[in-house]
Each structure stands twice: as structure tokens, then as C-alpha cells.
């Protein structure tokens, strides 16, 4: 049998792999010790079993991702060893191995689910690359789970709000979803254009992906390439062929938002594209068919760039067949008493901070304010106001340059954890030495009330204690003038 070195072994299997463990069974020895050696370099796990009994063991005890099996075992065969299939909340990849396979055994190793079958003796190298091409694919399943957990976390797949825009706009979105004709969607920055255009995506039923590209943040040069592909050497550094966004699409939804910021030798290649269905791609002369539903986004007043000549009139006219304006947040501020607790709700789970709860005064000062940043304003807002345990309220204040004394932030357990000896002179942050525990509590609660004009259930809330714990003080305090 003959072996690669160390050295070499060690560029085969690196540090992608370290999170994944394997183990093999082998009744040779010196077959575990070698695969052992081998495999350690990459893997951050590897254990040896010398039978199927004892490889059981260490199966129900540890996970394993990738396990290495000879076929022909004293005792139970790899083939018999059913628990390793069937199993499948502990399910690894697992590659036969044997001396002695005929047609009917590997056909068999197959049916159980075998991801690889390789015959003794063999050459090191066969056994890293099958390795390779399991640990690979497995790695890009985690990869994919990562990725749409972190894309369910951050893009809400539902539009919130229940005022009368909101309602029309969603009845747009039903309306135009099952049409394969283009849509145009204007609004304001932040108002959520492109969770219109997902909606009309998942409305659509298309069963290809939604594939969304900014036009505005790529390079004009690279534009051209990323939507419609590219050949080998069609320009210095494509060193290969490259699918563009289009084709990835197929099937699906294109999503082009910031539209307006394509320049105009693109707009005439992208009007060719909607017009002939078919895209080349750079440096070729082969035109590709294509079935993609494109939805263009901008923040711009699209027909005031098309008379000022800063945007092609016949492509406004292609993209603009069904066209959605997507309101502002000051036109349907009835909806915050939906968005507000929706956000704060889904920032305190990210967070994992618990969910505050806002007063009335904050409600009705998010009602009054105009909200120039729209709905992605409203969540930096209330993000901030969590991480900073500051009611909104306190927020607009300060934007009003209203005078608010920003010790109020800190809770009553905070006062009792302060340290004695913590040298605070008057005039600066916080409360004299000479100050008992009780005058510090009775100043700092003054303190919240006050800034919440009076409101003692919103001061109580911000405290994180109930509105008769306040109560209570009160009285207690004016108990004690009255005896004094």
C-alpha cells in the first residue's frame, strides 16, 4: 500500500474541517493508526474502533460526522451495521472500505446510503479526496442553514400595518404577483421596497429564487458582468466562466434596486434583455434564454429623470408596466402601534436582552415626529433605545434639545451596587458621598417621574418596578415631612 508523506498530507485536509469529527473502524491496527495520523491534521476529532460493537459505543456517546468503514470486521460486518444508517438524528457520511467487494456488496453499501466505496489497497491520496468531497458538501449544507437563519433573522418576510395604505398596498401586491410583467416600485429610502418586492416574489409562486442586486453599489464596469456573466478571458482577471445574476434567477425574481443609478449604456443592454428574453454574456457571442420576473426599485422620481435625459425613456416604459408607490412612514403612522411592538419584540430576541415595555408618552411621541428615514429610521431608533435602556420619549426630547438628565437610565438596583468610596463632587454625574442609600433612591425616583411630567406608570416602568412600589414611596416620604 503505498502512502503520501506528512507534509503532504497536511495541505489535503485543513482548517474548514475542524469542526467536524470522524471516526474509523478498522480491525488493522496499523490501518487506524495511519488514517489517524493522516486525518488529524484537519479534523478536530478523530477516534478509532476495532469492531462494529465498539464503534456502536462511541457512536451513541459522541457525534460524528464522517465515519470510515471496513466492510469485512470480526463480529458484526460494516454492512450489518444498521444503527449507523438508520439513525437519523445522529446521521454521518459514511465511506466503505474492503479488500474483498464484489458487484453485489458495493451495490449494497450504496442502498444503505454509503457516500463513497474505495478498495484496499489503496493509494493515501483516494482516500483524502473522497474525504474531501464529503466534508465538502456537508460543509456547504451548514453553510446554506447559516445563511437562511441569518437571512430569517434579519428580513421579515411579512409587511407590517393594518392603515388603509398599507391594506391598499398589500391588495397591489396580491394583484400584480401572478403577472410575469415587470413591476416598478417607488418610495422613499427606507421604506421597505425591497420586502415589497420579496412579497411579490412569494405572492408569485415562482418557484426560482429571489436574486436581489443594487445597482448603485457596483462599479459600472462590473455591473455588466454580475447581471449577465461573463467568458473565460473576456477581460483581465475572468480567469473562468461566470453565471450572471440573470441566469441565477431563472425560474425566479430579479430584483434591481436603486435603478436609477444605472448608468446609461447599461440601461440599453438591460432594455435588449427584457425585450428578447435572452442575455450574452461578456465576451461571447451566444445568446441564452432566460425566464426571470424583474422588479426595479428606486428612490428617485423615475419620469423627472427621464425628461431631465438622465434615465432612457423606452426602458421606463418596460420596466413601468405595473408600478407600486410605497408610502411613507409620516402617511401611515397608524401602523407604529403594529411596527413598534413588532421590532422591539424581534431586536430583544436578537439581542437577548428582555423586551422593555414602551409608555404612552413614547407612543405619542413617535406619532409625533415625521420620520424622514422611514421604517428603517424606526428600527435604528428603537435598536438604539434598547441597547441604551432610553425610553423614546428621552430620545425626542434631546432631538427637541429639551434639558434630560441622563442618570435616569440607571435602575434602582443600580443605586444599591454603587461604590461607597467612589470620589463624585457636586456639580458632576451622579450623587455626593454624604448622601444616605435612601436620600439617593428618593432623588433618583424624583428624578424619572419628573422627567416622564408626572406620569408615574411610565416612570415605573422605566424603573422596572410596579406603579404601587411608587406609590409606597410617596406616601413614605410625605409621611416623613409631616412628622418632621
Not at 469485512?72 to 444503527?83: A, K, M, T
Not at 434567477?249 to 430579479?254: D, E, K, P, V, Y
Amino acid at each position: 500500500m503505498t502512502f503520501f508523506q506528512t507534509s503532504e498530507i497536511t495541505n489535503q485536509l485543513t482548517s474548514p474541517y475542524l469542526a467536524f469529527s470522524v471516526l474509523v473502524v478498522d480491525d488493522e491496527v496499523g490501518m487506524q493508526a495511519i488514517l489517524k495520523k493522516a486525518l488529524s491534521k484537519g479534523f478536530g476529532q478523530v477516534d478509532t474502533a476495532g469492531s462494529v460493537e465498539e464503534a456502536e459505543q462511541l457512536r451513541i456517546n459522541h457525534h460524528y460526522d464522517l465515519i470510515i468503514l471496513d466492510i469485512n470486521l470480526p463480529g458484526r460486518s460494516g454492512i450489518e451495521w444498521e444503527e449507523a444508517f438508520n439513525d437519523l438524528d445522529r446521521k454521518a457520511d459514511v465511506i466503505f472500505m474492503t479488500g474483498y467487494a464484489d458487484l453485489e456488496v458495493a451495490i449494497s453499501a450504496l442502498k444503505l446510503g454509503a457516500s463513497d466505496f474505495i478498495l484496499k489497497p489503496f493509494n493515501l491520496d483516494q482516500m483524502l479526496q473522497a474525504v474531501k468531497r464529503c466534508m465538502d458538501k456537508r460543509l456547504a449544507e451548514r453553510i446554506n442553514v447559516a445563511l437562511s437563519h441569518d437571512i430569517s433573522r434579519r428580513v421579515s418576510k411579512e409587511i407590517i400595518g393594518l392603515s388603509e395604505k398599507t391594506k391598499n398596498l398589500k391588495q397591489l401586491i396580491g394583484q400584480f404577483a401572478p403577472s410575469r410583467a415587470s413591476v416598478l416600485i417607488e418610495g422613499e429610502s427606507g421604506t421597505g421596497k425591497e420586502l415589497v418586492a420579496r412579497g411579490i416574489h412569494t405572492a408569485s409562486k415562482r418557484q426560482g429564487p429571489f436574486v436581489a442586486v443594487n445597482c448603485g453599489a457596483l462599479a459600472p464596469e462590473l455591473l455588466e458582468s454580475e447581471l449577465f456573466g461573463h467568458a473565460a478571458g473576456a477581460f483581465t482577471g475572468a480567469k473562468k466562466n461566470r453565471e450572471g445574476l440573470f441566469r441565477v434567477a431563472s425560474g425566479g425574481t430579479l430584483f434591481l434596486d436603486e435603478i436609477g443609478e444605472m448608468p446609461l449604456a447599461m440601461q440599453a443592454s438591460l432594455l435588449r434583455v427584457l425585450e428578447q428574453r435572452t442575455v450574452r454574456p461578456v465576451g461571447t457571442e451566444k445568446e441564452i434564454s432566460i425566464d426571470v420576473r424583474v422588479v426595479a426599485a428606486t428612490n428617485r422620481n423615475l419620469q423627472e429623470e427621464v425628461d431631465q435625459g438622465k434615465f432612457r425613456q423606452d426602458l421606463y416604459y418596460r420596466l413601468n408596466v405595473l408600478k407600486i408607490e410605497v408610502p411613507a412612514l409620516r402617511e401611515r403612522l397608524a401602523d407604529l402601534s403594529d411596527l413598534v411592538p413588532f421590532f422591539t419584540r424581534a431586536l430583544a430576541k436578537e439581542l437577548g436582552v428582555p423586551e422593555p415595555k414602551w409608555a404612552h408618552e413614547d407612543m405619542h411621541s413617535m406619532q409625533d415626529y415625521d420620520w424622514p428615514g422611514n421604517v428603517r429610521e424606526l428600527k435604528n431608533l428603537l435598536e438604539r433605545c434598547i441597547l441604551l435602556n432610553k425610553p423614546p420619549a428621552h430620545y425626542f426630547n434631546e432631538l427637541k434639545g429639551a434639558p434630560v438628565n441622563t442618570s435616569i437610565t440607571m435602575s434602582v438596583n443600580d443605586l444599591t451596587t454603587m461604590p461607597a468610596n467612589s470620589a463624585i463632587q457636586d456639580g458632576q454625574f451622579g450623587y455626593p458621598n454624604s448622601w444616605s442609600l435612601k436620600d439617593v433612591e428618593k432623588s433618583h425616583i424624583q428624578q424619572v417621574v419628573e422627567a416622564h411630567s408626572g406620569n408615574k406608570s411610565a416612570a415605573s416602568r422605566d424603573l422596572g418596578v410596579a406603579r404601587k412600589t411608587l406609590e409606597r414611596k410617596y406616601k413614605e416620604w410625605d409621611e416623613g415631612c409631616a412628622d418632621e
